[in-house]
């Protein structure tokens, strides 16, 4: 049987981070991965250009039961120690906008750099190995590793969520979470897209393609970002951010003209351009294919100067507030991340250690902390993983 001080199941983010540093404090480590290639999620991220970190991570971006639970970690390997492990392997990157940092070339170059990170380490990595039975032991754990037997002293899953599993993503971490008694907190598809049912697609479906600025609501959160029609519903950054709050049956509100006081532009029109149709007044506004979609769903032809308020108030609440209720996701296949995940009760926010069975660890997509669209999620698996390679 071969022993090691540590083994880490998901040669992700998360994971290499932890090997990383285990490995940097002497640590014998191992990381297990049923993949044939490291890092794939990170290869494919930011389209091909990896969102690596985010400037204004702080803890109000991320989603979990207890809202707390992430604060020690994202203190501790903070966006600037992102920063300054990719400047020191001459990375370039630069600033989108809301403080998303992507690589200047492929993203390839972020799993390069772990990669080397952990031959320096002297990490052991082995691909296109599946994890059999985990069992306690008197010393740790005994797991089968590809047929092997592997002792370690401690263990870490970083095996992440359910999202794209075209990838292979798979509920690994949360059964192992729930062998060793923890408790696991409902999962369900975040950052997707929204789907609408067969009456609404049919009648919005000529807007497919159609994009625009919009500030979507859900509750108290908001979020004002780009929003795009497609054939099965909506798509685009503010929507994938609400799907994360949003539940099934729930319904979003979506202000497709925000900081514009509709009303009030198509009442001075209706004084100065008497003569124009109400769908090219509001085509100023906003796509003229959704101006012309909105008036013909009110029921307004003609003239603006024929509408009275009652109408023009109903085409406003059309625009600056849409209320809309979506039917469902486009689900974990084109999820970005999952929410839920491993409580954050059965864990130490310090070290990610399970509080009842000390050596075992969960950090990253497994655990119930999810974040914003943005790099925010990166960072969360920067952060836990550095936390728990400091640890096991």
Known sequence: ????????????????????????????????????????????SGGGRCNFTNRRTAPSAFLSRNPRFCISALRRYTPADVIALVDRHGVAWHEKTLGQLFCDGSARQIVDLLLGEMRAASVTLRLETGVGGIERTADGFALAAGGAAVACASLVVATGGKSIPKMGATGFGYDVARRFGLKVVETRPALVPLTFETGLLQRLGPLA??????????????????????????????????SSYWREGEEI????????????????????????????????I???????????????????????????RALAAAVNAWRVKPVGSEGYRTAEVTVGG???????????????????????????????????????AWASGWCAGQAV
Request: proline share 3%.
């Open 1 to 44: 049987m071969e022993r090691f001080d540590v083994v880490v199941i998901g040669a992700g983010a998360a994971g290499m981070m932890c090997a990383i540093e285990a490995g940097k404090r002497g640590r014998r480590v191992l990381v297990i991965d049923h993949a044939g290639a490291a890092g794939e999620k990170i290869r494919i």
């Open 209 to 242: 393609g159609v994009a625009l600025d919009v500030a979507v609501s859900h509750g108290r959160t908001r979020f004002d970002e780009a929003m795009l029609f497609t054939h099965r519903g909506l798509s685009g950054p503010a929507i994938l951010q609400i």
């Open 253 to 284: 509100v979506i202000d497709m003209a925000p900081g514009v006081d509709v009303f009030e532009v198509l009442r001075r029109a209706r004084t100065t351009h008497g003569r124009q149709a109400a769908h090219t007044v509001l085509g100023e």
């Open 286 to 312: 906003v796509p003229r294919r959704l101006a012309q979609m909105i008036c013909d769903a009110e029921g307004v032809g003609g003239n603006i100067a024929d509408a009275p308020d009652r109408v023009l």
């Open 342 to 380: 491993v409580d954050t009760d059965d864990l130490d926010s310090r070290t990610l250690a399970a509080r009842a069975d000390p050596g075992l660890y969960f950090i990253g997509e497994v655990v119930d902390v999810t974040g914003w669209l943005g790099g925010y999620n990166f960072q969360w």
